[in-house]
């Protein structure tokens, strides 16, 4: 958690590891009770940082920078075409372990990417 120019709570979400209780939290994140931002006069928008940090931090949730995680910047997601993604998982599995779950991973990204337009 960081305090933004703006002054509110933000959170970056490009990875989240954590047990049952705070993973729960980040899951729901979406669907926070407006009760918990308007006390620290957070605005509620499902689509910013400010949301999951507001969440995070009401509910009791510490959460910690990963080592070696460069940039400090937020960015809005990009959207991956089906195409994309087959492409970007056909290259992470040539160095991964060949397993059961990365080869249905696989085709199902194949299939996927096979019907789009």
Do not use: W
């Amino acid at each position: 958690l960081f305090t933004a120019p703006n002054g509110y709570l933000q959170s970056g979400d490009q990875i989240a590891i954590g047990t049952k209780g705070p993973m729960t939290v980040y899951a729901n994140t979406i669907a926070f009770d407006s009760a918990g931002a308007s006390l620290l006069g957070a605005p509620l928008d499902p689509k910013a940082h400010v949301t999951l940090g507001t969440a995070l931090f009401t509910q009791g949730v510490i959460t910690t920078g990963l080592a070696g995680m460069r940039g400090k910047q937020l960015l809005n997601q990009t959207v991956l075409s089906p195409l994309e993604i087959a492409a970007l998982a056909e290259r992470d599995a040539a160095n991964a372990p060949d397993t059961d779950f990365a080869r249905q991973f696989l085709d199902a990204c194949r299939r996927v990417a096979a019907l789009a337009p």
